[in-house]
């Protein structure tokens, strides 16, 4: 990935981790057959790709609210072990952020 694209991107994100990984999430897709949003030379790589959408603002993320957390959860039937532990030792649950691409 080229230097200059990460520097831009982050100044958009704001958030290195998240910026992370938005541009994983979205070369996942793209290597697995999505189509770019941007046009592309041969030499772009998909990490380039992802963080030339993010930067000409093709691609927009949020976090989940936790109504959409819940939902996710009750259709995948997920148990989060964490977050029954955290319950037992009376903790707050960690808020889980998936991103929407």
Avoid at 11 to 18: A, F, M, P, R, T
Avoid at 31 to 44: C, L, Q, S
Avoid at 78 to 100: C, K, R, S
Wanted: net charge negative; charged share 25%.
């Amino acid at each position: 990935m080229k230097v200059e694209l990460i520097e831009k991107a982050v100044e958009i994100v704001g958030d290195n981790q998240l910026l992370v990984n938005i541009v994983s999430k979205r070369v996942q897709q793209l290597n697995h057959g999505a189509d770019p949003y941007i046009v592309t030379t041969p030499e772009m790589q998909c990490g380039d790709i992802a963080l030339t959408e993010i930067i000409e603002g093709k691609i927009v993320w949020r976090e989940q609210t936790d109504e959409e957390l819940a939902a996710a959860r009750a259709a995948n039937d997920e148990v989060d072990p964490f977050e029954a532990l955290a319950a037992e030792a009376g903790e707050p649950p960690v808020i889980e952020t998936t991103l929407t691409l």
